[in-house]
């Protein structure tokens, strides 16, 4: 299945990018799709501890499975204020 | 009312829209805290600041803020964030707070401004004068629960 | 600028007038505090206060504090006071500090406010719904220094 | 000599009047005319332990020797905010 990241914030440095397509497993979590992006960019490995993701307007866990065609959002550290 | 006004909104906020409403008779104390973008940051010459925003996250933290704090201290309270370009001066956030005594105002604007700079996905990229910018190391998104 | 707002002001201040001049643009925080008359007190219903002053000495502590205030927290810091007839709502004491952070920011803000509480030559008469009136019981009169 | 005392906030009722001439002895000080005032006012005198005295924009001492046709002001308990 395909599942799309939406790199906020320095993560779409990390990534290369703001958007990333990215094709998991059938039943892949939010963890094993983190695991592919570290994988491929070791910018994003070592500051993977350090994010969140989103889906909607809620954080969710590493172990949420995410359906085909999901759309996540990586949450680097937070500068707000 | 503030209840109708943007928590999230394009450009720099006008603290004035949020003071318009009188005060209720109840509260004795009103404290605000606004944040403004300065015009230098560890040595060097900012030129202005872009917030990048998770909108619909960022929104729903800022009015859990507001509720959590509203229900912590027993008072009131309004909290607004810019996104977008922000230029040296500009109001970048608000914070303000109603309530019986100054204690209980104080500790709830401390308290919200605190967290919102923990638990609101927005990012800072600051422009430097040289032509430069960079996002400014962050601080990893906590609850609103844990701050 | 509010450098020439008068200290002590007939009636309600106006909180918009404090805010008026820009940001410095070294200065990342903005805190202010305004006090506002309630509508009951010690489980009496209010209908109004009267402020009442030492007009030459309240003035010139609300100086004092500004300065105090600025040289020990190293920010800016303009507070005022309104003397005569308040309705419910209306705005008695207004402290307003700008600094480069929060942390000096709130600081300033609360030591000014606590300070004004203890040091500034003003009484408040409370008025009550049934007509009676009282002076509220104050606390002896400090210097600035000892607050 | 005479002098003028200014009673503010509540004092003003301890001593039956928001205005006060009081003669004092020469060279009298803002003790004596303190004293001379909890003789006169007993609600003056219970309270006069946490009343200040100021002349023009500033606190005196009680010690403070005082000149004919002096002006000081009675500074009760302050409920200022």
Redesign the interface.
Known sequence: MTITIECYGASARWCGGAKIALELAADGTVDDALSVLAQRYPEFASRRASVAVAIGDAIVKPSQRLPDGALIALIPPVSAG | MTDTLPRLRDGALN??EW?AA???????????????????HEGRAVSGMT????R?????RLREIEATAASRYNVRVAVA?ALGELG??????IVVVRG?H?IE??AA??WA?DT?????????EEHYIDGEAR???????K?VEES
């Open positions: 603290l004035a003071l009188p005060a209720p008779a109840d509260c004795g104390a009103l404290a605000i805290f606004a944040g403004t973008v300065r015009n230098a917030y990048h925003g998770h619909p996250l960022a929104e729903a964030h040296i001066g500009d109001i970048s956030v019986g100054r105002a104080f604007c401390r401004i919102i700079k923990q638990a609101v996905p927005i990012w800072k996002f400014l190391e962050g601080t990893p998104l609850s």
